[in-house]
Protein backbone atom coordinates (compact mmCIF):
# COMPACT_ATOMS: atom_id res chain seq x y z
CA UNK A 1 0.00 0.00 0.00
CA UNK A 2 1.25 3.51 -0.69
CA UNK A 3 1.66 6.41 1.39
CA UNK A 4 -2.41 7.66 1.47
CA UNK A 5 -3.16 10.83 0.69
CA UNK A 6 -6.11 12.34 3.36
CA UNK A 7 -8.16 15.63 2.92
CA UNK A 8 -7.15 18.69 5.32
CA UNK A 9 -9.98 20.48 4.69
CA UNK A 10 -13.12 19.92 2.97
CA UNK A 11 -13.37 19.09 -0.96
CA UNK A 12 -16.58 19.57 -2.84
CA UNK A 13 -17.72 17.28 -5.64
CA UNK A 14 -16.07 18.65 -8.83
CA UNK A 15 -13.12 20.37 -7.58
CA UNK A 16 -9.73 19.62 -8.63
CA UNK A 17 -7.76 18.00 -5.99
CA UNK A 18 -4.43 18.55 -7.44
CA UNK A 19 -2.57 16.67 -10.60
CA UNK A 20 -0.61 13.24 -11.42
CA UNK A 21 2.91 15.07 -10.84
CA UNK A 22 5.97 13.85 -13.06
CA UNK A 23 7.92 14.26 -16.10
CA UNK A 24 5.76 13.35 -19.56
CA UNK A 25 7.48 10.95 -21.40
CA UNK A 26 6.21 8.56 -24.26
CA UNK A 27 4.27 5.29 -23.92
CA UNK A 28 6.72 3.16 -25.33
CA UNK A 29 9.47 4.67 -22.75
CA UNK A 30 7.18 4.58 -19.89
CA UNK A 31 6.69 0.63 -20.58
CA UNK A 32 10.30 0.29 -20.74
CA UNK A 33 10.74 1.61 -17.72
CA UNK A 34 7.86 -0.05 -15.94
CA UNK A 35 9.07 -3.50 -16.85
CA UNK A 36 12.34 -3.49 -15.26
CA UNK A 37 10.48 -2.92 -11.72
CA UNK A 38 10.46 -5.86 -9.81
CA UNK A 39 6.98 -7.54 -9.58
CA UNK A 40 6.42 -6.54 -5.51
CA UNK A 41 7.12 -2.75 -6.39
CA UNK A 42 4.53 -0.68 -8.39
CA UNK A 43 6.01 2.34 -9.66
CA UNK A 44 5.07 6.06 -9.77
CA UNK A 45 4.13 6.00 -13.33
CA UNK A 46 0.62 7.04 -14.65
CA UNK A 47 -0.59 5.82 -18.62
CA UNK A 48 -3.00 7.51 -20.57
CA UNK A 49 -4.22 8.69 -24.02
CA UNK A 50 -4.98 12.06 -24.50
CA UNK A 51 -6.27 13.37 -28.27
CA UNK A 52 -5.54 10.38 -29.19
CA UNK A 53 -1.80 9.75 -28.16
CA UNK A 54 -0.57 7.37 -25.81
CA UNK A 55 1.57 8.93 -23.14
CA UNK A 56 3.22 8.62 -19.45
CA UNK A 57 3.90 10.06 -16.55
CA UNK A 58 6.86 9.19 -14.72
CA UNK A 59 6.43 10.21 -11.28
CA UNK A 60 9.65 8.31 -9.76
CA UNK A 61 11.83 11.64 -10.51
CA UNK A 62 12.20 14.65 -8.85
CA UNK A 63 11.28 17.13 -11.24
CA UNK A 64 13.05 20.59 -11.90
CA UNK A 65 9.80 22.75 -11.24
CA UNK A 66 10.13 22.54 -7.50
CA UNK A 67 12.64 21.29 -4.66
CA UNK A 68 11.13 17.90 -3.86
CA UNK A 69 13.06 18.17 -0.36
CA UNK A 70 10.59 20.72 1.39
CA UNK A 71 7.38 19.72 -0.91
CA UNK A 72 6.53 15.92 -2.27
CA UNK A 73 3.53 15.79 -5.06
CA UNK A 74 0.41 14.07 -3.53
CA UNK A 75 -0.77 12.96 -6.37
CA UNK A 76 1.61 10.38 -6.83
CA UNK A 77 0.81 8.67 -3.28
CA UNK A 78 -2.78 9.03 -3.63
CA UNK A 79 -3.83 4.91 -2.76
CA UNK A 80 -5.76 2.82 -5.62
CA UNK A 81 -9.32 1.74 -5.02
CA UNK A 82 -11.40 0.00 -7.70
CA UNK A 83 -14.49 -0.30 -4.86
CA UNK A 84 -14.72 2.65 -3.27
CA UNK A 85 -12.45 5.75 -5.71
CA UNK A 86 -13.60 9.24 -4.52
CA UNK A 87 -11.28 10.97 -7.31
CA UNK A 88 -11.04 10.39 -10.75
CA UNK A 89 -8.42 11.62 -13.21
CA UNK A 90 -8.79 13.33 -16.37
CA UNK A 91 -6.29 14.09 -18.96
CA UNK A 92 -6.14 18.44 -19.61
CA UNK A 93 -3.66 20.57 -21.43
CA UNK A 94 -1.79 22.59 -19.54
CA UNK A 95 0.49 24.93 -20.94
CA UNK A 96 0.67 22.90 -24.06
CA UNK A 97 1.38 19.62 -22.22
CA UNK A 98 -0.91 17.05 -21.58
CA UNK A 99 -0.97 16.36 -18.02
CA UNK A 100 -3.39 14.27 -15.56
CA UNK A 101 -5.40 16.51 -13.22
CA UNK A 102 -7.53 14.56 -10.10
CA UNK A 103 -11.15 15.51 -9.12
CA UNK A 104 -13.85 15.18 -6.64
CA UNK A 105 -16.07 12.75 -7.67
CA UNK A 106 -18.23 13.46 -4.50
CA UNK A 107 -17.75 15.40 -0.94
CA UNK A 108 -14.82 14.50 0.67
CA UNK A 109 -14.39 15.00 4.05
CA UNK A 110 -11.65 16.56 6.55
CA UNK A 111 -9.77 13.50 7.51
CA UNK A 112 -10.99 11.19 4.44
CA UNK A 113 -8.52 9.14 2.62
CA UNK A 114 -8.18 9.98 -1.01
CA UNK A 115 -8.32 7.00 -3.75
CA UNK A 116 -8.84 6.52 -7.19
CA UNK A 117 -9.41 3.52 -9.73
CA UNK A 118 -6.17 3.04 -11.74
CA UNK A 119 -7.78 1.76 -14.78
CA UNK A 120 -5.85 -0.94 -15.03
CA UNK A 121 -6.46 -4.63 -15.39
CA UNK A 122 -4.36 -7.76 -14.85
CA UNK A 123 -1.62 -5.66 -13.47
CA UNK A 124 0.35 -6.10 -10.35
CA UNK A 125 -2.06 -3.01 -8.30
CA UNK A 126 -5.40 -4.25 -9.63
CA UNK A 127 -6.60 -6.90 -8.05
CA UNK A 128 -8.69 -6.21 -5.13
CA UNK A 129 -9.57 -10.42 -4.53
CA UNK A 130 -7.36 -10.85 -2.16
CA UNK A 131 -4.50 -11.71 -4.43
CA UNK A 132 -3.05 -8.40 -3.56
CA UNK A 133 -4.05 -7.41 0.15
CA UNK A 134 -2.13 -4.63 0.69
CA UNK A 135 -4.33 -2.82 -1.68
CA UNK A 136 -7.44 -2.00 1.27
CA UNK A 137 -8.81 -3.44 3.77
Known amino acids: ?46 FFEFNGAKHCIDGNKNCN ?23 FCKPRLLDNVPRVLLYAKCDIGLGEELKFDFGVANDRISREDGANAFLEA
Do not use: W
Open 65 to 87: CHDFSKDQTKGRLINHSMSHPNI
Open 1 to 46: MGKGVFAKEFIKKGEVVCDYHGDLISHKEGMIFYNQYPEDINPFMF
